[in-house]
């Protein structure tokens, strides 16, 4: 192509298509961090006291080490 070596053209428009396509799959699999964000938030700012859920988790951070 334009008289440039096959290397140069496979480099010149290779690596860019690859970039594109890793784009695209990162793009494609971080479609629904969004969700996984809010879902996490409601769980680290769920009530605490006797009427809180037994089930959530929480860091030993959070717990100030008594886990």
């Known amino acids: 192509m334009f ?3 096959t290397a140069t ?3 010149i428009f290779g690596i860019p298509a690859i970039w594109v ?3 695209l799959v990162f793009v494609y ?3 629904g961090w969004k ?5 996490e ?3 680290t700012t769920a009530p605490s006291g006797p009427s809180a859920p037994t089930n959530v988790h ?3 951070t959070e717990n100030e080490g008594l886990a």
Do not use: H, K, N
Not at 35 to 39: G, K, T, V
């Open 3 to 5: 008289g440039l070596p």
């Open 9 to 11: 053209v496979v480099i």
């Open 21 to 23: 396509i890793y784009t």
């Open 29 to 31: 699999l971080s479609r």
């Open 35 to 39: 969700a996984e964000d809010i879902a």
């Open 41 to 43: 938030d409601q769980l």
């Open 58 to 60: 929480r860091s030993e």
